[in-house]
């Protein structure tokens, strides 16, 4: 097997070649560098490289793999790490020791951390590779990469089209077959976004099951850190990794058994929830009802259920997210700096006073009671990922009309953040395609996504069903033709 066609494997599958020899860490990393440079700027993956760390890392998971062999402990379970050798990118929202950082925003000089963030300490001790940073808007805020100091995110299925976000960079660098997996992170969104956006899994798990430390805090509770792979079972195995519990974490989250085969009650959920006007695209209703019936095939009982809250209960997320954008630590003499829709979004958090934080915070915890009770008679909910295919690039970002941004994000999205706001695991897969004409007139397809979501802490029984969809409706063989 060449290094290129190793690169085409998944995570887990990469790493079992890795200890049987097939290549060296070393020269998957010297294809990976490679790739980044050229595939990964067509689709504007990164915005740092960073390849004498990942040198230094790949030399060391090359060692550890000889000493192994040597010792007769390669196969032995536990004795090397997981992913010993597999390059895994970081998202520019989270620190890496010594690699410049600039959070997607041009108010904000490149710094390089002290430390690594929690969840890189632990991608390190799976034996990932940390290759660079990919790209995400200004803060990770909007649901599209586009940045004012880094590239426009791409998804690979027709470059004229945005990767979404905020892990738009990630999603295109594991889409482009550059990397197997990448880090993310989703706030309201941000993974299953950009999986819908580039034919990838996404999955935002339980709150508490990901903490933020030991250097992070929670805040509202609305973010967690994850991955973007091609396989469920790759989502699986990272979850494992980065569901590391820090001393002091204020949300935690205990993982339930997986269901043992038995039939599941599943939820179609298909009118928009935080925009109840927003237009849904034929393609992306379709998916949703076909893996419906996909599901009913498989021996599960389906049932349509309406939204499970009206559309203006939203506007307690709206606050909270405008208030987060203000936590950010902007100089004062470089506000101006930054892109219109974050003066916005600042300047709103600005208008929200005490008392209007702790009653969206109540709200918040008011509607995830309320969705409980909503959907007490389901497993698992159903849904398209996104109202729309991938968006055209400069589509969305309207500087012009920073509200409007932020109105057409919400239509664009109109069921990802209830997950967020819940604190339920949600994960989003490639299970549909949209036929769409560039800006040229040519038709392309396009990946669209579908998302199932269940109760908090039941991210193994998601994750078994989105195996056993995987199995059932398989995505392997579809892949990007990048020109």
């Not at 991608?123 to 990932?128: I, V």
């Not at 992306?284 to 009982?301: F, I, N, Q, S």
Request: charged share 20%.
């Amino acid at each position: 097997m060449s290094v290129s066609e190793l690169l085409d494997l998944d995570a887990t599958a990469l790493a079992r070649s890795l200890r049987a020899g097939d290549a060296s860490p070393a020269d998957v990393l010297d294809a990976t560098l490679d790739a980044a440079e050229h595939v990964g700027a067509a689709v504007g993956a990164f915005t740092t490289l960073a390849p004498d760390l990942a040198r230094t890392q790949a030399l060391a998971a090359e060692a550890a793999l000889v000493a192994a062999r040597r010792d007769g402990t390669v196969d032995e379970p536990g004795a090397l790490p997981p992913f010993l050798g597999v390059p895994c990118p970081v998202k520019d929202l989270t620190t890496v020791a010594g690699v410049p950082m600039r959070a997607g925003s041009a108010a904000i000089d490149p710094f390089l951390p002290p430390d690594d963030d929690g969840v890189v300490t632990l991608l390190r001790a799976a034996g990932t590779v940390m290759l660079g940073k990919t790209s995400t808007p200004e803060l990770g805020l909007p649901c599209y990469t586009e940045p004012d100091v880094g590239p426009t995110a791409r998804t690979p299925w027709d470059l004229a089209r945005s990767a979404g976000g905020s892990s738009g960079g990630a999603a295109a660098a594991v889409a482009a077959r550059v990397v197997p997996v990448a880090h993310g992170s989703d706030g309201g969104g941000s993974l299953r976004i950009p999986a819908s956006a580039c034919g990838l899994v996404g999955l935002k798990p339980s709150r508490g099951l990901v903490s933020p430390g030991p250097y992070g805090v929670d805040g509202a509770g609305l973010a967690t850190h994850g991955v973007l792979t091609r396989t469920v079972r790759d989502a699986a195995a990272f979850l494992d990794v980065l569901a590391h519990p820090w001393p002091g974490d204020a949300f935690t989250a205990r993982r339930h058994a997986a269901p043992s085969g038995r039939p599941l009650r599943v939820g179609l959920l298909l009118d928009p929830v935080i925009a109840a006007d927003a237009p849904v695209h034929p393609a992306c209703a379709g998916v949703a009802r076909a893996t419906a019936a996909l599901l009913g095939e498989l021996g599960h009982d389906v049932v349509e259920i309406p939204p499970p809250f009206a559309a203006e209960r939203w506007d307690a997320f709206a606050a909270l997210w405008s208030v987060g954008a203000l936590q950010a630590p902007v100089p004062p003499d470089r506000e101006h700096l930054l892109v219109p829709l974050t003066r916005w979004l600042r300047e709103r958090g600005r208008a929200v006073s005490g008392l209007a934080y702790a009653t969206a915070l109540a709200e918040v915890q008011r509607l995830a009671r309320d969705v409980a009770a909503a959907w007490e008679g389901v497993d698992v909910v159903l849904s398209p990922t996104l109202a729309q295919p991938p968006a055209l690039v400069g589509s969305q970002r309207l500087d012009d009309d920073p509200a409007g941004d932020f109105a057409a994000q919400t239509a664009f999205t109109p069921w990802t953040s209830v997950w967020n706001l819940t604190g339920r695991p949600a994960i989003s897969l490639p299970l549909g395609e949209a036929r769409v004409a560039d800006p040229g007139h040519a038709q392309r397809t396009v990946p669209v996504g579908v998302m199932l979501g269940a109760g908090h802490g039941d991210d193994a029984l998601l994750l078994d069903l989105a195996a056993r969809l995987e199995e059932a409706a398989p995505w392997s063989d579809r892949r990007p033709v990048l020109p």
